[in-house]
C-alpha cells in the first residue's frame, strides 16, 4: 500500500527556518512527482513546491520562491522542504502528495495527486 509519511513541522519565529521531510513508500511507479500543498483554514488546498524523481524538476509558488528548497534523495525515497526566513502567513497545514500525471504535475492541482500524507502543522508566530 502507497504511504506517505510527512515529519518536521512544528512552531517558530518569523525569520526562522523548518525543514520538512516526506517519506515514500509502497510505490512502484517508475516516474513521478512529489508535491508540497499547504492549506489554510477554510480555504482549499494549494500547491507550493514539486520535484520529479527522474530528472529533478522543480516548481514553486510565487509566495516562496527564494526562501523555500525542494530535494529529493532517492536512496531513502524522500523528499524535503527547506523553508527559510518564514512569513506568518506561511502557517498552514502541509501535506506531501504523489502523482504519475507528468505532464501537468508542475500545475500544482491538488486534483492531479493521487496519494497524500497525514499533514504536518506549521506555525509562525512571535
Known amino acids: 500500500q502507497v504511504q506517505l509519511v510527512e515529519s518536521g513541522g512544528g512552531s517558530v519565529q518569523p525569520g526562522g527556518s523548518l525543514r520538512l521531510s516526506c517519506a515514500v513508500s509502497?510505490?512502484?511507479?517508475?516516474?513521478?512527482?512529489i508535491g508540497w500543498f499547504r492549506q489554510f483554514p477554510g480555504k482549499e488546498r494549494e500547491g507550493v513546491s514539486c520535484?520529479?524523481?527522474?530528472?529533478?524538476?522543480?516548481k514553486y509558488v510565487d509566495s516562496v520562491k527564494g526562501r523555500f528548497t525542494i530535494s529529493r534523495d532517492n536512496a531513502k525515497n524522500t523528499v524535503y522542504l527547506q523553508m527559510n526566513s518564514l512569513k506568518p502567513e506561511d502557517t498552514a497545514v502541509y501535506y506531501c502528495?504523489?502523482?504519475?500525471?507528468?505532464?501537468?504535475?508542475?500545475?500544482?492541482?491538488?486534483?492531479?495527486?493521487?496519494?497524500w500524507g497525514q499533514g504536518t502543522q506549521v506555525t509562525v508566530s512571535s
Open positions: 509502497g510505490f512502484t511507479m517508475e516516474r513521478y512527482y
Open positions: 520535484i520529479s524523481n527522474f530528472d529533478g524538476r522543480t
Open positions: 502528495a504523489v502523482t504519475t500525471q507528468i505532464t501537468t504535475a508542475q500545475d500544482m492541482g491538488a486534483w492531479e495527486y493521487d496519494y
